[in-house]
């Protein structure tokens, strides 16, 4: 418990933190930690258990319209298209919780990777920016990924299936009901649902099945996600990329490595200011390179730094307040080695 403020020498150098009057020494500050880590965790789980409440909800409602679209009692095939839109109407929802589970997800990895992990791995000291990054997230809550990247995602990892059944089963019931059909013709024609004709039923099944997948694959290249383990688009380039390692003879890792950034300035003064940001506020060195722009035949600088990748937000952040003209190119590495990643192998 902390301890009312006594002589200035009563706790010595292991004083961290005063509030009128009471002083708190590391190791309380330590189960304070501890007991937030576990608060913000139980968010976590509580928002990923909504998760799968919508999405239970979404399998029970196709499970229910198809065994009534196909009973013998059904005589309309509209129910299936019916059912497609109440299963969007869940992926929308679903999307909405995905953004508050974030939310608390980037919480918990803020202090896994950069407070229990620092307890764990030289030099033993978080990073500079993480205890600013966590109390910036808790004075001003905002969305850490957009919606379109959790509609995206959500739908790569479960709804796309679901909106997969639904077409192959709507295309089998117009096949088959009232009989089947015989040529093209008799499909559009059994496609029909009272005066609307069968061309527009099919025309609007079609543009609405590819919209809704063209969405869910554009946006897997956005990752501002914290709270999953493998995001699905690095999950797809190591399936080629491993692939080409078992026909090469090389190995392959799966976990999510550094990332090295190019940052592209419009002048020297703004990339001196980006790179004294950087070192003060992320702990991260940087490297300058003078280049020249071939087109504007103009003198750039260019920063290199290596980041973990936690620290892509906030470092495109910091570059696009203070130069929003620069160019930001960020990959992935093999690995880093040297201070603040990895040491250096004897």
């Given at each position: 418990m902390a301890e009312p403020v006594g002589p200035p020498d009563n706790r010595g150098?292991?004083?961290?933190?005063?509030?009128?009057?009471?002083?708190?020494a590391p190791g309380e500050f330590n189960?304070?930690?501890?007991?937030?880590?576990?608060?913000?965790?139980?968010?976590?789980?509580?928002?990923?258990s909504r998760l799968d409440a919508t999405t239970n909800w979404a399998v029970v409602a196709t499970g229910a319209a198809l065994s009534f679209a196909f009973s013998e009692?059904?005589?309309?095939?509209?129910?299936?298209p019916i059912n497609t839109l109440l299963i969007t109407l869940f992926l929308y929802i679903e999307a909405r919780r995905y953004r508050y589970y974030e939310l608390w997800a980037y919480r918990v990895r803020l202090m896994e990777t950069d407070f229990f992990a620092a307890m764990l791995a030289p030099p033993f000291s978080p990073s500079d920016t993480w205890a600013t990054r966590l109390v910036d997230n808790l004075l001003h809550p905002t969305y850490t990924i957009s919606y379109w990247e959790?509609?995206?995602?959500?739908?790569?990892?479960?709804y796309q299936f679901i909106f997969a059944l639904?077409?192959?089963?709507?295309?089998?019931?117009?096949?088959?009901?009232?009989?089947?059909?015989?040529?093209?013709?008799?499909?559009i024609d059994h496609a029909a649902v009272g005066a609307i004709p069968g061309r527009v039923i099919i025309a609007m099944g079609m543009v609405f099945n590819t919209a809704i997948f063209v969405v869910g694959w554009l946006t897997t290249g956005l990752r501002q996600s914290q709270g999953e383990i493998l995001p699905s688009s690095a999950l797809g380039a190591s399936l080629f990329q491993t692939a080409s390692d078992m026909i090469t003879g090389h190995s392959f890792s799966w976990s999510r490595h550094e990332q090295l950034a190019y940052i592209i300035t419009t002048s020297k003064a703004k990339a001196e200011v980006i790179s004294?940001?950087?070192?003060?506020?992320?702990?991260?060195?940087?490297?300058a390179v003078n280049g020249v722009g071939m087109y504007s035949k103009e003198?750039?600088?260019?920063?290199?730094?290596?980041?973990?990748?936690?620290?892509?937000?906030?470092?495109?952040?910091?570059?696009?307040?203070?130069?929003?003209?620069?160019?930001?190119i960020i990959h992935g590495t093999e690995e880093v080695i040297g201070h603040g990643f990895r040491k250096v192998p004897n």
């Amino acid at each position: 418990m902390a301890e009312p403020v006594g002589p200035p020498d009563n706790r010595g150098p292991d004083q961290i933190w005063s509030f009128r009057g009471y002083r708190l020494a590391p190791g309380e500050f330590n189960n304070a930690m501890i007991h937030f880590y576990r608060g913000e965790m139980t968010r976590s789980n509580v928002w990923r258990s909504r998760l799968d409440a919508t999405t239970n909800w979404a399998v029970v409602a196709t499970g229910a319209a198809l065994s009534f679209a196909f009973s013998e009692a059904s005589h309309s095939h509209f129910m299936i298209p019916i059912n497609t839109l109440l299963i969007t109407l869940f992926l929308y929802i679903e999307a909405r919780r995905y953004r508050y589970y974030e939310l608390w997800a980037y919480r918990v990895r803020l202090m896994e990777t950069d407070f229990f992990a620092a307890m764990l791995a030289p030099p033993f000291s978080p990073s500079d920016t993480w205890a600013t990054r966590l109390v910036d997230n808790l004075l001003h809550p905002t969305y850490t990924i957009s919606y379109w990247e959790a509609f995206g995602r959500r739908f790569r990892r479960n709804y796309q299936f679901i909106f997969a059944l639904l077409a192959i089963a709507w295309f089998t019931k117009i096949m088959i009901h009232p009989t089947p059909a015989m040529s093209v013709q008799q499909f559009i024609d059994h496609a029909a649902v009272g005066a609307i004709p069968g061309r527009v039923i099919i025309a609007m099944g079609m543009v609405f099945n590819t919209a809704i997948f063209v969405v869910g694959w554009l946006t897997t290249g956005l990752r501002q996600s914290q709270g999953e383990i493998l995001p699905s688009s690095a999950l797809g380039a190591s399936l080629f990329q491993t692939a080409s390692d078992m026909i090469t003879g090389h190995s392959f890792s799966w976990s999510r490595h550094e990332q090295l950034a190019y940052i592209i300035t419009t002048s020297k003064a703004k990339a001196e200011v980006i790179s004294e940001r950087i070192l003060t506020t992320m702990s991260r060195g940087v490297t300058a390179v003078n280049g020249v722009g071939m087109y504007s035949k103009e003198e750039r600088v260019i920063l290199l730094v290596a980041i973990h990748p936690e620290q892509v937000v906030p470092l495109k952040k910091l570059v696009r307040d203070l130069d929003p003209k620069a160019f930001i190119i960020i990959h992935g590495t093999e690995e880093v080695i040297g201070h603040g990643f990895r040491k250096v192998p004897n």
